[in-house]
């Protein structure tokens, strides 16, 4: 099956820096990709599709200047969390659609876990 | 999309088969019905989908009431390694690449 990668798996950062997470589809080409948090106990929670090319859409609340994210191929998709802070610690999950999938499947990343000192 | 209900968790035992219900009453004629299941720490994977009819696959299967309200994954003999969340969700034929809504699923636990 298709694989969805993510880098870092886990980062700890500073109450006010920014932190860059990377999706990738390693085998197949990915037109969309979506992001999602998991707070602990609770379920995924959509903050934004992302398509190639052109500009996130964001799920209502979730503020787009603070969770930048950058579609720049077919194949990579990036969420910085800027000036991050404890509250926006959370397991963040990456989906991409394939092109050439006729069911509809979304192929998930591993999850990057970050905490905000 | 329409939305569903599930229990928020069940016990199985290994090696036992496990009956997953969903409810999905305000289902319309053009949602498929697609399972995913999240092992822990892990993002979710794909389990399985159908539109009217029954369906296997390697991992499970799909039992589909006949008037699409609710639906029932199988999986025949559980193991330590299925012990994860499991969420019912439905999407629209015609957004097959678009976005899934989760809702809260089923924390399936199986014991020894």
């Known amino acids: 099956g298709a694989v969805v990668s993510q880098h870092p798996s886990w980062v700890i950062c500073k109450s006010g820096t920014s932190v860059k997470i990377e999706c990738r589809s390693l085998?197949?080409?990915?037109?969309?990709m979506f992001w999602y948090r998991q707070f602990p106990k609770q379920s995924l929670m959509l903050m934004a599709t992302?398509?190639?090319?052109?500009?996130?859409?964001?799920e209502q609340g979730v503020e787009k200047d603070k969770f930048l994210i950058n579609h720049a191929s077919l194949t990579l998709s990036t969420l910085t969390v800027t000036s991050a802070h404890p509250e926006d610690s959370s397991f963040y999950i990456c989906?991409?659609?394939?092109?050439?999938?006729?069911?509809?499947?979304?192929?998930f990343g591993p999850g990057t876990r970050l905490t905000v000192l | 999309d329409a939305k569903t209900t599930q229990p928020n968790s069940m016990e199985s035992n290994e090696e036992e088969p496990v009956h997953l219900p969903c409810n999905h009453s305000?289902?319309?004629?053009?949602?498929?019905i697609h399972w995913y299941r999240q092992l822990p720490s892990q993002g979710p994977e794909y389990v399985i989908h159908?539109?009217?009819s029954n369906v296997n696959n390697r991992m499970a299967s799909l039992a589909i009431a006949e008037d699409r309200k609710s639906s029932t994954l199988i999986l025949h003999r559980a193991t330590l390694r299925d012990a994860a969340v499991y969420y019912c969700?439905?999407?629209?034929?015609?957004?097959?690449?678009?976005?899934?809504?989760f809702g809260q699923g089923t924390e399936l636990s199986v014991k020894p």
């Open positions: 989906s991409a659609s394939a092109l050439r999938s006729g069911t509809g499947e979304q192929f």
């Open positions: 085998d197949f080409q990915a037109t969309t």
């Open positions: 992302s398509n190639e090319g052109s500009k996130a859409t964001y």
């Open positions: 305000t289902i319309s004629g053009t949602d498929y």
């Open positions: 159908g539109l009217t």
């Open positions: 969700i439905l999407r629209e034929i015609y957004n097959q690449g678009g976005k899934l809504i």
